[in-house]
């Protein structure tokens, strides 16, 4: 009974296809909760093929819908002993849209298909093949010991691609059932495809439109051009005094006081790593005097997501009514949520742009957190990757994107570590969704490797967290 042997089980057993097998028949399963009439196939996901998953890891599981919003929730644990540390796992078995008649050479996207060194699929990536890689490095850790050495409570959500609905009240109702020490997950890319990493919460997120209605109607630009107000002309001032141009943000508000020395700390063993799928980066754009990864991982930005005014398909002589903008602020802790809108209104007002109207879109929101990246639980984290891997991994202080992981730390008062299966360039949410299957097979082991560890000492225990 070896660390050594758990990694070379965790290599063979993937080496073996029999891994292959088993995340293709999750992608086969259409769980597409922005399709209402995928309902079957989502509950199916969790009843037919996680609970028995569950049950032969020997955890005991229940299943609870949420008839308002459409969506299912799978509770699994498994609980050796009251003096363990508990583990929280989570996971989302719901994909995005499948997109079938948009993907590259006809490739189903419900079909795991394998192409010049990568494997394609509706999911691979987000989430089912993330967490496909950790159940079965828990299976493998539990062959190979006969017990995990800790207390393994999972989560999976069938929602999270249309918002998570539901997951904030599940967890205040059910916060008990879910009281665990750390929440170990896995979702995201890493910093790049050939790098371990693991990240340590995520930027917030929010949406929010920009319009100006001048009048009713469009009028004759020869008649009235240089007598009407354009909207159009307008909302692009109004948007430019927000950032400058080369898309530094403006408002105080909307920025941390600093980037903080801890943050600062780990992100210069960081570098952005463009692959053959990555766009060409603008080094000028952002706040000046950050290094690349600090614009990502620690500090905001502002987008403009999607604009228009007057009739873009059919262009006519005319001065528009009104003008509209989708725009969305990703934020870092430090910046108040609270905050956003009123200063956003006080900064348009002082720069003459009162006629813009502000509604928030509050379908698409999250908060930022982050766990410190001087705790503990970090640099234990990080030795188990580097013992399994033989590489130290890239440590981000929050996923450059949006998770729910202010529901764990807020709510559940958890810390967070992630343990990213995917990289940049995967395509998730768009046709071609694909992995390298090195990151899948480095994955499984790097898994393996730290439920291994779990067992034997971790900063919970108040013991050595030397592994």
Request: hydrophobic fraction near 40%; glycine fraction near 8%.
């Amino acid at each position: 009974m070896s660390r050594a042997r758990v990694l070379d089980t965790a290599h063979q057993y993937f080496d073996s296809g029999a891994f292959k097998t088993l995340l293709a028949k999750r992608i086969a399963q259409p769980t597409e909760s922005q399709n209402p009439a995928r309902q079957a196939a989502l509950l199916a996901y969790l009843e037919a093929d996680l609970v028995p998953t569950f049950h032969a890891l020997g955890f005991t599981t229940e299943v609870f819908p949420d008839h308002a919003n459409g969506t299912y929730f799978l509770y699994a644990a498994r609980l050796e002993n009251e003096h363990n540390t508990t583990v929280l796992g989570y996971g989302h078995g719901d994909v995005v849209l499948g997109m079938e008649d948009q993907w590259e050479g006809h490739v189903n996207p419900w079909q795991l298909t394998e192409h010049k060194q990568r494997w394609y699929g509706r999911g691979i990536a987000d989430n089912k093949g993330q967490h496909t890689v950790n159940l079965e490095a828990l299976r493998i850790v539990l062959e190979e010991r006969g017990e995990l050495g800790f207390n393994c409570k999972y989560l999976i959500e069938m929602g999270e691609e249309i918002g998570s609905p539901g997951l904030r009240e599940f967890c205040l109702k059910h916060k008990d059932l879910l009281q665990a020490d750390l929440l170990i997950a896995s979702d995201g890319p890493r910093l790049s495809a050939h790098r371990p990493t693991l990240f340590l919460g995520a930027r917030g997120c929010f949406n929010f439109d920009l319009t100006i209605h001048a009048r009713d109607g469009a009028h004759h630009s020869g008649n009235w051009g240089g007598l009407l107000s354009n909207p159009g002309i307008q909302l692009a001032h109004a948007i430019a005094c927000i950032t400058s141009a080369t898309g530094q943000i403006r408002l105080p508000d909307w920025l941390p006081d600093q980037l903080p020395d801890t943050v600062r700390q780990v992100l210069k063993d960081c570098e952005i790593e463009p692959d053959d799928n990555s766009p060409t980066i603008d080094p000028q754009w952002g706040e000046p005097g950050l290094r690349l990864a600090e614009k990502v991982y620690g500090w905001c930005s502002f987008e403009v997501l999607a604009s228009q005014t007057g009739t873009p398909d059919k262009p006519v002589s005319a001065i528009p009514p009104s003008a509209w903008a989708r725009c969305q602020l990703r934020f870092v802790v430090g910046v108040d949520p609270q905050k956003i809108l009123p200063a956003l209104r006080k900064h348009l007002d002082r720069h003459g742009f009162t006629m813009v109207d502000i509604h928030a879109d509050n379908q698409v929101q999250f908060q930022a957190s982050r766990l410190d990246p001087a705790d503990p639980w970090v640099s234990w984290v990080a030795n188990s990757i580097a013992k399994s891997t033989g590489q130290q991994p890239a440590i981000l202080p929050n996923l450059g994107g949006s998770l729910p992981n202010d529901i764990f730390t807020d709510i559940l008062n958890l810390k967070t570590v992630w343990i990213p299966h995917s990289y940049p360039g995967c395509s998730q949410h768009a046709p071609n969704e694909h992995l390298p299957p090195a990151i899948l097979r480095e994955g499984l082991a790097i898994m393996a490797g730290v439920y291994w560890d779990l067992g034997v000492s971790n900063p919970e225990r108040h013991a050595t967290t030397n592994i």
